[in-house]
């Protein structure tokens, strides 16, 4: 944990004894200062943002913008103005200037700077790979068009970035040349040549027609180019999409299957018990009837069955002794009761009467 890359370290230890590129408006500046940062070669001076240094050493407001929307700006600030068609913002965003001719100094990969030629149209770079600006290229600090012919010398100008991944930096070389669209500069022959096609050997991306040389040393397909697959991968894809939805559907229809069999099965049960239940009360009514319909001994049905004769008295066939102490016997009330309206109700064919239960002994 103690340990910290040397770039950081160093940025450390300055960032406590000099505040670079925080001088605002007015205050004092060098233009010494004035430099591109090593590796991302992005300008960089004393001032903040919002300003540049001027010849006086003092910072004021810029006079210009390249970018549509500028860092180190607020959405409410306003922005320096734009440089009209014909004119350029320089690195310093001072003000805007007039576009250069043919050999005149220019800032580093500011194409943009330079004058175009008159055949612009066909030397133009619209690629957005940033071979040429309207057939203008700045190469080595000068103003070049980008016209030199396949076999004619060229002039060639590498540029080492610094990259950076898991593993670390790594240097990261950008060539630039001044042949014709379809053309490389060689950096051996310093020739103008034809650029090569899918599958040649190469050992630059500028060699290649697609910008695009793998690490095979093979000039591979570019990297904007969107990938097709075949129609064979698109039928395997779908087959597989919807064999899944039928699977799962398939799936959900035989475990709601299952669901419902134990759900019905648990009906049946409890429709089972239920008709026994019915069944033993059939029986029990079927009993309780018998039981109260039994002939007497002369052959005539009675209400009801008792031990006790139809005049009070004691039947001959009973030899149950009366209990002295012994409590009423409460009438069965199974197929005894009333209605609504005080009258008689029949079930099954027997009328059923009420039973007058004052005075019963």
Known sequence: MYLLPTTLFCFLLLSSTVKAGTQTEGQSCDVNNNRLQIGTYQFWSDCDSQTYCTARGTC??????????PFGYAPDDELPRKCPRGEFCPDEMSECQVLLPVGSECQLNRDDQCEAPPNFPE?????????????????????????????????VENTFYIAYSADGEFPDIRSRGNCRLGLYCDGTS????????IGD???????????NCEPSGKCGIGADVPRRLAIWVYIVVGICIFGGMFGTLVGLFFWHSKQRDADREKRVQYWREQNAFHQNLMQMRETARASIISPNQNGISSARSTIYSRDGALSDESQAPIMQNAAPKASSGLRNYLTEDNSSDYEDGMMMQTTDRKNRF
Not at 126 to 142: A, P, Q, T
Not at 201 to 211: I, L, P, V
């Open 60 to 69: 004021a407001k810029r006079g210009c913008r390249q970018d549509d929307f």
């Open 123 to 155: 030397l133009a770079d619209d690629s957005d790979r940033g071979i040429n600006f309207n057939g203008s290229v700045c190469l080595k600090n000068i103003c070049m068009w980008a016209n030199v012919t396949e076999g004619d010398t060229c002039i």
């Open 190 to 197: 310093l020739k103008c040549l034809k650029e090569k096609a």
């Open 201 to 211: 050997s190469c050992t630059a991306d500028k060699e290649c027609a697609s910008w």
